[in-house]
């Protein structure tokens, strides 16, 4: 279940490729390499350690390789029943990672889609610090926030956006107010297992 700012982040980056809605789509599972191997590969430059994180890999879908956008998900603790905003009954994890890399012709447009899903967040969070952080060689713009919408069932979060060349990526932990781990342990663990590198 994706939240509904995340998805909104997801939607502009869709405007601003000039791809279709994600209606209609297949979604691919995730694939075994992530309990198998400890790592899974996102689009053509990404590559995510396991390490020892308690993250599970949900989804990893390239529905939209075309446009070179790739989505990845990873959960923590068991699924339990709700009811979004639609009606539909949709899994809730105690806390969810979500994973979008675009892949654009130059970076000067990985740049400006980074600000652009930056500037979704601010609007769409209570924002409450804003800091660079460098991970694994890899610098971001950190933020953590409070979740407002009462369409969302997550009480807080923490998001990372940067850029590797002509990629940009926008990472986001979110979770339920019950949730007592540490948000930014977790998500600077996750970002220090990601390595970006060429692969063609």
């Known amino acids: 279940m994706k939240p509904k700012y995340f998805f909104c982040i997801l939607c502009t980056a869709l405007l601003l490729t000039g791809c279709s809605p994600l ?21 053509e430059t990404m590559t ?21 956008l790739y989505y990845a998900a990873w959960t923590m603790g068991d699924a339990k029943d709700y009811e979004n905003s639609d ?16 892949e654009f012709p130059e970076e ?16 769409n969070y209570e924002v409450l610090d804003e800091e660079e952080i460098s991970c694994n060689g890899q610098t971001y713009t950190l933020l953590a926030y409070n979740c407002i919408s009462d369409e969302n069932p997550y009480a807080r979060g923490m998001s990372a956006f940067g850029v590797y060349l002509d990629n940009a990526v926008c990472i986001e932990l979110t979770c339920q107010e019950s949730f007592d781990e540490d948000l930014r342990t977790i998500l600077t663990g996750f970002l220090n297992n990601c390595t970006y590198e060429r692969r063609d």
């Not at 009606?87 to 675009?102: E, F, M, N, S």
């Not at 000067?108 to 601010?122: I, Q, V």
């Open 23 to 43: 209606s209609g789509q297949s979604k691919e599972t995730a694939d075994n390499t992530w309990a198998d191997s400890g790592y899974t590969t996102i689009g």
């Open 48 to 68: 995510v350690q396991k390490g020892d994180s308690e993250l599970n890999l949900l989804d990893n879908m390239d529905a939209l390789t075309a446009d070179g």
């Open 87 to 102: 009606g539909k009954t949709v899994d809730l994890y105690d806390a969810q990672l979500y994973l979008l890399l675009g």
């Open 108 to 123: 000067t447009e990985a740049e400006c889609n980074r600000d652009k899903w930056l500037d979704a967040a601010r609007t």
